[in-house]
């Protein structure tokens, strides 16, 4: 412990091992500077001071007006709502087809390329196709769905307020399930196939060899492709700017769009940056464990 | 017991028969789209296949926008954000991967954070100060704010890769006489250029893919991406879904090429240095 302290009280100049680490870490850390720290500390400052305007005094009004504010607490709750869906999902079909590529049955590789496939695509993109896909007179879904007789009506997936969000979660899962399958498809393949063979000798049932072998083996793929997917999905925007644009009313406005619109539509900059500093302020709180977990390793 | 095995193969192919229906489909209702009129495109109930196929909808898009532009906007951004990442991250990923210094877990820790930091808290300054320096509506402006992004997950992606490549190979070019930069250039970058292909394409990819910082750092059409003129066409009151089709099957060519020719650099890549062990 003692010891530990010291070196931080005392300066020891730097070894030449040493000042080589810098010199290959420091386009990074000026690059990370210029690009993340500069704009990230303009956009703090302004959330409390207006940079912008006449009088520059300190205030916390932003805040304040943040707590109050209704559309933000609904964003707030339609973003975990959106997350926390679409995450779980991509992971429940990711898994899914994992496992089935993982059985190495003949042309898995093949399937592996379709799998894959979705996720190339731009998040805008698949928001428009889909979104064509959801109309209501001359859409695909709404074909199917009066085609096989539940309903004769047209339904408007995108424009009704109960549908809407769940839609929007619908299509997502197409696009964002492939990148939590590669993740847990390499787990997969780490484990050892021997460990399945032996449970079989002993009459485990196919449930049991995933309950007790594939599940506990492949616990940290899953908790750091979730905690990937999760940042990507807080993060998500041009798929739901182009699908609903946070519409009908408020039900789809997730934080990011919020923050957006504050932004550029009416033109808010501090109130905008105080949201956009409350979003980051919870992706670090969720994000955190898997941080310190990664960086325990290094 | 082998019966089992075999039932078991069945269920995989269903279920994998069913994967690509549902991971095929849109994109099929996507190019079927792209080759109807605008009239068929409208009907009531859809068609499934285009009556009379033709490719006005691409010649529309393709001669009477600025879609070429687009094109070309979303290529130079995208391709120099990816490359400048990636030179960068991997000094960076080399650095962290090889020498032990003070501050070393910190700065990772730091890198590693940066990524939770959301888009949308970025863009309001962005947009603020670029304009001061004369780059709003540039593209290095453009791929500044994308090396933003990409940058962090770069440099840990290669560090991941560099971390698999054994010290020995470093001190036998040292010893030969090679400085520290001639041991990462000459020795350790080809020999990590599977992982280098790896970071460029997912660089690649989340530029081309972005639609925010466009929307936020452009004016007009000399500088508008892919992403950025089909969410345009999207907000016109009246939607051409046949021509809006052909631009999303344009805009998305690239990506998927990319992927299909790539692709075992790509997942290797993801898997190798997003989640090594």
């Given at each position: 412990m003692n010891k530990r302290r010291a070196r931080f009280l005392v300066f020891k100049a730097p070894s030449r091992q040493e000042l080589e680490g810098y010199a290959f870490v420091l386009p990074c850390v000026l690059m990370l500077l210029l690009v993340l720290g500069f704009p990230v500390t303009i956009a703090v400052l302004n959330s409390f001071t207006p940079l912008w305007s006449e009088a520059k005094t300190f205030t916390l009004e932003n805040y304040v007006k943040l707590a109050r504010d209704d559309l933000f607490w609904n964003a707030l709750s339609i973003t975990l709502r959106f997350v926390g869906s679409t995450v779980l999902l991509h992971l429940i079909v990711g898994l899914a087809v994992a496992v089935a590529l993982n059985a190495?049955?003949?042309?898995h590789r093949f399937f592996r390329v379709i799998a894959i496939l979705p996720w190339t695509v731009p998040d805008v993109i698949s928001g428009l196709i889909w979104r064509f896909m959801y109309?209501?007179?001359?859409?695909i879904i709404n074909d199917l769905v009066r085609s096989s007789g539940v309903t004769r009506s047209y339904i408007e997936w995108l424009a009704h307020p109960r549908l809407a969000l769940p839609s929007v979660i619908f299509s997502d899962v197409w696009r964002g399930y492939p990148f939590v399958m590669i993740i847990l498809l390499a787990g997969l393949q780490a484990i050892p196939r021997e460990l399945y063979e032996a449970a079989r000798v002993d009459g485990a049932t196919a449930f049991q060899e995933f309950r007790h072998i594939t599940i506990p083996l492949l616990k940290r793929m899953i908790i750091i492709s979730v905690a990937l997917d999760t940042i990507w999905q807080f993060r998500r925007f041009g798929l739901v700017y182009n699908m609903t644009f946070g519409g009908p009313g408020h039900v789809t406005e997730i934080l990011s769009l919020y923050v957006y619109k504050q932004y550029?539509?009416?033109?808010?900059f501090e109130y905008a940056s105080a949201v956009a500093v409350v979003m980051a302020v919870i992706m670090l709180i969720i994000s955190f464990p898997y941080v310190r977990m990664i960086v325990r390793r290094v | 017991m082998k019966g089992k095995r075999r039932r078991g193969a069945v269920i995989a192919y269903l279920f994998l028969a069913l994967v690509c229906l549902y991971n095929l489909a849109p994109f099929v209702w996507m190019v079927f789209t792209s080759l109807k009129t605008d009239k068929e495109a409208y009907a009531i109930p859809p068609?499934?296949?285009?009556?009379?196929?033709?490719s006005e909808a691409y010649t529309q898009v393709l001669l009477w926008t600025n879609f070429p532009r687009y094109f070309l906007n979303s290529t130079v951004i995208s391709l120099g954000t990816a490359l400048l990442s990636t030179l960068i991250g991997s000094l960076a990923g080399y650095g962290f991967s090889r020498f032990i210094f003070r501050g070393r877990a910190t700065l990772i820790g730091i890198i590693l954070a940066s990524q939770m930091l959301p888009g949308v808290l970025l863009v309001g300054p962005y947009f603020k100060v670029l304009a001061k320096f004369g780059l709003y509506n540039t593209y290095p402006g453009l791929i500044l704010a994308f090396t933003s992004i990409t940058l962090p997950f770069s440099t840990w992606m290669l560090k991941g890769y560099i971390d698999t490549v054994p010290e020995e190979l470093d001190q036998a070019a040292l010893i030969d006489g090679c400085t520290r930069l001639g041991a990462y250039s000459r020795v350790i970058l080809p020999v990590i250029a599977p992982g280098m292909v790896a970071t460029m394409i997912f660089a690649f990819l989340l530029a081309w893919g972005d639609l925010l910082w466009v929307l936020v750092l452009t004016s007009g059409?000399?500088?508008?991406?892919v992403t950025l003129g089909l969410s345009r066409l999207v907000t016109q009151f009246r939607i051409i879904w046949p021509q809006l089709m052909a631009g999303s099957a344009v805009g998305a060519l690239p990506p998927v090429i990319l992927y299909l020719v790539l692709q075992n650099y790509l997942v290797e890549g993801l898997t190798a240095g997003a989640v090594k062990e």
């Amino acid at each position: 412990m003692n010891k530990r302290r010291a070196r931080f009280l005392v300066f020891k100049a730097p070894s030449r091992q040493e000042l080589e680490g810098y010199a290959f870490v420091l386009p990074c850390v000026l690059m990370l500077l210029l690009v993340l720290g500069f704009p990230v500390t303009i956009a703090v400052l302004n959330s409390f001071t207006p940079l912008w305007s006449e009088a520059k005094t300190f205030t916390l009004e932003n805040y304040v007006k943040l707590a109050r504010d209704d559309l933000f607490w609904n964003a707030l709750s339609i973003t975990l709502r959106f997350v926390g869906s679409t995450v779980l999902l991509h992971l429940i079909v990711g898994l899914a087809v994992a496992v089935a590529l993982n059985a190495q049955i003949k042309g898995h590789r093949f399937f592996r390329v379709i799998a894959i496939l979705p996720w190339t695509v731009p998040d805008v993109i698949s928001g428009l196709i889909w979104r064509f896909m959801y109309n209501p007179t001359s859409g695909i879904i709404n074909d199917l769905v009066r085609s096989s007789g539940v309903t004769r009506s047209y339904i408007e997936w995108l424009a009704h307020p109960r549908l809407a969000l769940p839609s929007v979660i619908f299509s997502d899962v197409w696009r964002g399930y492939p990148f939590v399958m590669i993740i847990l498809l390499a787990g997969l393949q780490a484990i050892p196939r021997e460990l399945y063979e032996a449970a079989r000798v002993d009459g485990a049932t196919a449930f049991q060899e995933f309950r007790h072998i594939t599940i506990p083996l492949l616990k940290r793929m899953i908790i750091i492709s979730v905690a990937l997917d999760t940042i990507w999905q807080f993060r998500r925007f041009g798929l739901v700017y182009n699908m609903t644009f946070g519409g009908p009313g408020h039900v789809t406005e997730i934080l990011s769009l919020y923050v957006y619109k504050q932004y550029f539509r009416y033109f808010n900059f501090e109130y905008a940056s105080a949201v956009a500093v409350v979003m980051a302020v919870i992706m670090l709180i969720i994000s955190f464990p898997y941080v310190r977990m990664i960086v325990r390793r290094v | 017991m082998k019966g089992k095995r075999r039932r078991g193969a069945v269920i995989a192919y269903l279920f994998l028969a069913l994967v690509c229906l549902y991971n095929l489909a849109p994109f099929v209702w996507m190019v079927f789209t792209s080759l109807k009129t605008d009239k068929e495109a409208y009907a009531i109930p859809p068609t499934f296949w285009p009556q009379e196929p033709t490719s006005e909808a691409y010649t529309q898009v393709l001669l009477w926008t600025n879609f070429p532009r687009y094109f070309l906007n979303s290529t130079v951004i995208s391709l120099g954000t990816a490359l400048l990442s990636t030179l960068i991250g991997s000094l960076a990923g080399y650095g962290f991967s090889r020498f032990i210094f003070r501050g070393r877990a910190t700065l990772i820790g730091i890198i590693l954070a940066s990524q939770m930091l959301p888009g949308v808290l970025l863009v309001g300054p962005y947009f603020k100060v670029l304009a001061k320096f004369g780059l709003y509506n540039t593209y290095p402006g453009l791929i500044l704010a994308f090396t933003s992004i990409t940058l962090p997950f770069s440099t840990w992606m290669l560090k991941g890769y560099i971390d698999t490549v054994p010290e020995e190979l470093d001190q036998a070019a040292l010893i030969d006489g090679c400085t520290r930069l001639g041991a990462y250039s000459r020795v350790i970058l080809p020999v990590i250029a599977p992982g280098m292909v790896a970071t460029m394409i997912f660089a690649f990819l989340l530029a081309w893919g972005d639609l925010l910082w466009v929307l936020v750092l452009t004016s007009g059409d000399k500088m508008a991406t892919v992403t950025l003129g089909l969410s345009r066409l999207v907000t016109q009151f009246r939607i051409i879904w046949p021509q809006l089709m052909a631009g999303s099957a344009v805009g998305a060519l690239p990506p998927v090429i990319l992927y299909l020719v790539l692709q075992n650099y790509l997942v290797e890549g993801l898997t190798a240095g997003a989640v090594k062990e």
